[in-house]
């Protein structure tokens, strides 16, 4: 359950008609990544361009496919504060025209290629992607080239695309409890990390962005060297090196200052907030503050604290369906999410809806029981060989899309963790014992690191959300 | 007792050798403007230079001395997130050496001429101040003007300096368990306001300061046209004025971009955290989101707050002391706090100290109890009364003093409140009706707007705050 109601706050995917289905496609795998993929990515072939871009080809040939994929390495967590959103708002600008193309223009191109594109921007990386017949690459490539130096940005465009976003702003958090609930849960865990703030942005920091900003934002992180290009499909990795140097090759270089905010101070005890919204149902949310891959703890702690998720939260014989939702019925659903790669630390979460009758002490209380057991009992040998299992499926389920395949690889480059760990992964997370599932419970889920929001319904009144949201929103 | 204890959050003094007594001289009135000073500031004179230098005087012939003050508009409050603290460090550098002063020296000349001489830094001003014998006023000018443009920043002085002030932020806060529940409760009262950084700044972002960074921060803000001159004391408008134009007006203005971060959005519901820390005693602390002036709200309101302030704790007649100290013996310390006067909406404060065999959930419950009656009872015209005889007491005492009058008009100069609110202040705190405070209680101190901190003492250890910390911090 919480893998559908917060992905679109970590990545935001721009939608556009006939792509929902993609839509919910994109964020199965994408969050089946953070707790349950693994890669053995052996084939990939990688070449530098002179300009600094990184080329990224995958083959493979079961079908006469392609994805194209430029993952620039700039997203929320870039932004300084004043200028939240802004890497999401320039991502919708990119499809708005650039010196040979005009607005739509882009999409129209792909679209009568039989292709489908769209793009995300996330924390730590906003993403532009097409699927295409294999023959069809070159058109990508240009179109793609064209807007990474190009692009036009027009005043006129700007407000259209500010109000759109603000729009989505509101029916995807505003106007939705949950989503309201974990953007005001992360402003309040992190006290200084930019995690804490929303990849669409506060409403008043795009009310105060402007034209110039966006150039600006655009200038600064939208080069080759900042860019990772990623080819997975029925293409040969010679040929499309050599497109590659044909159409991104003349792209000028950009001086580029990583961005330097800002280590999270420790957590000194607990925290908690309630959230008063209209909603129909009272929501509670937790979160540990944990570490990430590269980030000075033992390389194999956040395995652990993966394999840990899973425990909790694994499919439903995994322990939160097993003995919260079926087992003593306290929940109507709950989950655990917590991922290794990101390019700060992040949490680990928990998240649930009391079933009738119950109340959301309760479901804390029974929450917070099962990290108990899990610092204090190990977890079987028969629970962890069953957990293996399903991320080896969950591995090869994967392998069939060419898409999620070059997903892994931007996403791994564009954290700065290297597209090489998605061979390695499964391996590792095969190697955690109970021992040390255990000790990263010690460690991190403790309630000094916690914090807890607890969303308290208030009357539906006119804002009643609207299910699913408009269906268009590009 | 709050007073005290958090002034040195909110603005930070620079302690040197000999100074200490006005430092605590200094907080007193600091404070005492907040909750309980009013000012007929009737003989100010004003005049613009050409370069946006604003120049105020006011004539004070009790005594043949005077202060000259520097107020630059800038402070924690205008650093985005990853450089916190480069307002204060740069006020430290102030002190190091311009094109024709050598580090120190700016010091040592006007103690040679037996004056006295500071700076601090707060949430939204950096002042610069001279006491002096009135024929030395020339000498503040000259050198004053010379370190508003010319600083010479050197690598080594920068090194030392920010060893300094981390030391400081050592004792001040970090080996401080009040402070350090204080800098916590900001950093989660505040999502976005940038009232939720400490003015000390962040540890993490003081280690990536660069000496580039405070030659930028220097150039942007340092400046006639971002400055306000205060001069108080045995002087003649006139003559101010034309040494002001001989010694600033050669100063060039430079282009000043405001500060456009960062509106706060609505709370939602109430916060709570827990900070550990080491300490001897547990601790209190509740903020309720308010307004200030000029921010929308009726003009009424901040000053039917601060009259609600000092119906709790306005000396020992008021009522925390009355009911909680004296009273029921719950608290051995209790206070409130709030001020009418900043750049951005603040928060009205209440914390206390439990009394030996009360606990910290009964002196809250205590508290809130005070604030709920607040919002039931009307406040007696009796002890209205006393109030407003308290307050122009206070406003007396303070015009004893050439450095508190100069303090009022920069600060509210700053501000950008114009100082000729000075004049009105008392008037409009006196017209305040036990129906306002009760109307701002129902308005702004209820739950949805609060956050509370809870300091749960741990050990104490080899981390013993040394008591009053250094003498020497310069």
């Not at 990184?54 to 392609?66: C, F, G, Q, T």
């Not at 690459?137 to 500010?162: V, Y």
Request: glycine share 8%; charged share 25%; net charge neutral.
């Amino acid at each position: 359950m919480w893998m559908e109601k917060h992905a679109n706050k970590i990545s935001i995917l721009r939608l556009s008609g006939g792509l929902m289905k993609s839509f919910i496609y994109f964020f199965g795998l994408f969050l089946g990544l953070t707790t349950t993929s693994v890669g053995r990515a052996a084939q990939v072939q990688e070449r530098i361009l002179e300009n600094g871009l990184k080329v990224l080809v995958k083959e493979d040939h079961r079908a006469p496919i392609v994805t194209s994929q430029i993952w620039y390495r700039v997203g929320s967590s870039y932004e300084p504060a004043g200028i939240t959103g802004i890497s999401h708002l320039l991502e919708h600008m990119m499809f708005k025209g650039t010196d040979q193309l005009a607005p739509g223009e882009f999409s129209k191109i792909i679209a009568e290629n039989g292709g489908q594109e769209n793009a995300f921007t996330g924390r730590d990386y906003t993403a532009y992607y097409q699927i295409l017949a294999a023959d069809r690459l070159p058109i990508a490539f240009q179109l793609e080239a064209q807007r990474m130096r190009a692009l036009r940005l027009s005043e006129a465009e700007f407000q259209k695309e500010r109000a759109v976003v603000q729009e989505e702003r509101r029916w995807r958090t505003e106007d939705d409890p949950e989503s309201l609930t974990f953007e005001q849960f992360n402003a309040n865990a992190y006290v200084t990390s930019p995690y804490r703030n929303p990849v669409i942005g506060w409403n008043s920091d795009l009310e105060g962005l402007t034209l110039a900003d966006l150039q600006d934002w655009y200038r600064k992180w939208y080069a080759p060297n900042n860019a990772t290009l990623v080819v997975v499909g029925d293409v040969k990795p010679e040929a499309v090196f050599q497109l590659a140097e044909r159409y991104f090759g003349p792209l000028p270089r950009e001086e580029i200052q990583p961005p330097r905010c800002c280590a999270e101070p420790a957590q000194l005890g607990e925290k908690r907030l309630i959230v008063r919204a209209p909603a129909r149902e009272p929501y509670i949310l937790l979160g540990y503050k944990a570490t990430a891959l590269g980030h000075g703890s033992a390389d194999w702690e956040p395995y652990a604290l993966e394999m840990l998720a899973s425990v909790l939260d694994g499919g439903s014989s995994a322990r939160l369906s097993r003995e919260l939702i079926r087992g003593r019925q306290i929940a109507a659903s709950a989950g655990a999410s917590y991922s290794a790669f990101s390019r700060l630390p992040g949490l680990f979460l928990l998240d649930g809806l009391p079933a009738k009758g119950h109340s959301i002490q309760e479901l804390e209380q029974a929450l917070r029981q099962q990290i108990r057991q899990l610092r204090e009992t190990l977890v079987s040998p028969a629970e962890l060989a069953r957990i293996r299992t399903q991320l080896i499926a969950a591995k090869l389920y994967q392998k069939d899309s060419v898409y999620a395949q070059a997903v892994e690889l931007g996403r791994l480059e564009s954290l700065g963790l290297g597209w090489q760990l998605a061979e390695t992964y499964v391996e590792q997370l095969s190697r955690i014992t109970p021992e040390q599932i255990r000790a990263v419970a010690r460690k991190y889920l403790i309630s000094k690191n916690l914090t807890v929001a607890v969303l308290e319904p208030q009357p539906l009144g006119d804002s009643e959300p609207i299910p699913g949201g408009p269906a268009h929103v590009r």
